[in-house]
Every structure is written in C-alpha cells, then in structure tokens.
T-cell receptor, first 111, second 115 residues
Framework: GESVGLHLPTLSVQEGDNSIINCAYS??????FIWYKQESGKGPQFIID?????DKRQGQRVTVLLNKTVKHLSLQIAATQPGDSAVYFC??????????FGAGTRLTVKP | KAGVTQTPRYLIKTRGQQVTLSCSPI?????VSWYQQTPGQGLQFLFE???????NKGNFPGRFSGRQFSNSRSEMNVSTLELGDSALYLC??????????????FGPGTRLTVL
C-alpha cells in the first residue's frame, strides 16, 4: 500500500478481477478522507469520500473502507476494467485547506 | 459546464527566470487552490484564493505567489526559478472551498520544467 513520501507502488490486475488499493494515513485526528484517480496527462479526479464517523461507503463499482484503529484506508474496485488503469491516491485531513495527499499507487489492468 | 482549464500545459524555463501560470475555474466556483505535484511527494498545497483574496497558504517560500481576479480566474507566479521547482502545478476549483469539504475539481495541470 501507499504512504506519503515513498516510491510509487504498483498493482497489476486482470480485467474483470477486483482491485484493492491501500493507504496508510498519518494523522489520527483526520476527519475526512478522499480517493482520487489520476490518468496520464490529466488532473486528479474525485472518486469517493468518507468521513470518520463511517467505516464503509459504496459508490458505483467502488467501495472505500476506513479502519481508524490502524489508520488505514482502502479502495476496492469491482470488475476492474482497462479504463480503470491510472494512479490512485488517497487524501486525509479536516477540510479542503487541510488535506495531506499520498503519492499514489499505479493500477495497471491487463486485458 | 466546462471544466477547469489551465494554461499553458507545458513550460520550459531556466534557473533564475520567473513564470506565470493561469487557471480558469468552473463557472460559478469562487475558490481556486493551487498545488504542486512531484514524483513521490504527492500533492502539496500552495495557496487558496477566494473572492480575490488569499485565504490560506501552505509552506512554500515567498517566491511562490498568486492572485485572483474578479471573474475568479487565478494566476500563480514563481520567481527566481530553481531546479527543484520542476513539477506539475495543479489548480483546483471549488464552489466555496476553504474549510468546507466541497468537491475539488482539478484542472489538467501545467508541467513546468526548470533547466
């Protein structure tokens, strides 16, 4: 999984499989968490967010899990498609002006 | 609605020069934030503008500055460029921004290379 400041880890999955991308965050006081997707040559795109009063939130084909005990966040992508290939990174903080962003995980989907 | 636009997309400068980057937010959005993205470091917050005023600032030297115009368009300026300023500079547009958790919409970024 990723952690702020380290080299970019990679995850390679087969098309149709489920993907799990992990993120270890640093601040136990963080209240708001976001997952972003960044494709080559594009800016980050919001995928899903979750607040600290929840431990799970689902979107379309994506699920975010939050474990505050171990300060761990994960993004699950169901039935991964080639268009899901991108860098995924998490952000933690209190609000927009107080977010810390991870370096990201590169997801590659093999057809 | 048109998305966030940033110009130019690519820029090559030499050390000691200065550079100005531009960002046009989504229509109706009043907050513009700037970030620096470098490999392995993630996004780092530079500053946020709202209603033509700098409302918040990250931990960057004074060489990094910005401004916002009455139409919410924003520019950022980096003076006396250093090699370490090479990065992707991203602009994010938000309805209100600041201490809210409004969704941030990012532009495609400006890739700055300092030689």
């Amino acid at each position: 999984g990723e952690s702020v400041g380290l080299h970019l880890p990679t995850l390679s999955v087969q098309e149709g499989d489920n993907s799990i991308i992990n993120c270890a965050y640093s601040n136990s006081a963080s209240d708001y968490f976001i997952w972003y997707k960044q494709e080559s040559g594009k800016g980050p795109q919001f995928i899903i967010d979750i607040r600290s009063n929840m431990d799970k939130r689902q979107g379309q084909r994506v699920t975010v899990l939050l474990n505050k005990t171990v300060k761990h966040l994960s993004l699950q992508i169901a039935a991964t498609q080639p268009g899901d290939s991108a860098v995924y990174f998490c952000a933690e903080g209190l609000h927009n002006n107080d977010m810390r962003f991870g370096a990201g995980t590169r997801l590659t989907v093999k057809p | 609605k048109a998305g966030v636009t940033q110009t130019p997309r690519y820029l090559i400068k030499t050390r000691g020069q200065q550079v100005t980057l531009s960002c046009s937010p989504i229509s109706g959005h009043r907050s513009v934030s700037w970030y620096q993205q470098t490999p392995g470091q993630g996004l780092q917050f530079l500053f946020e503008y709202f209603s033509e005023t700098q409302r918040n600032k990250g931990n960057f030297p004074g060489r990094f500055s910005g401004r916002q115009f009455s139409n919410s368009r924003s520019e950022m300026n980096v003076s006396t460029l250093e090699l370490g300023d090479s990065a992707l500079y991203l602009c994010a547009s938000t309805l209100l921004g600041g201490t809210t958790t409004d969704t941030q919409y990012f532009g495609p970024g400006t890739r700055l290379t300092v030689l």
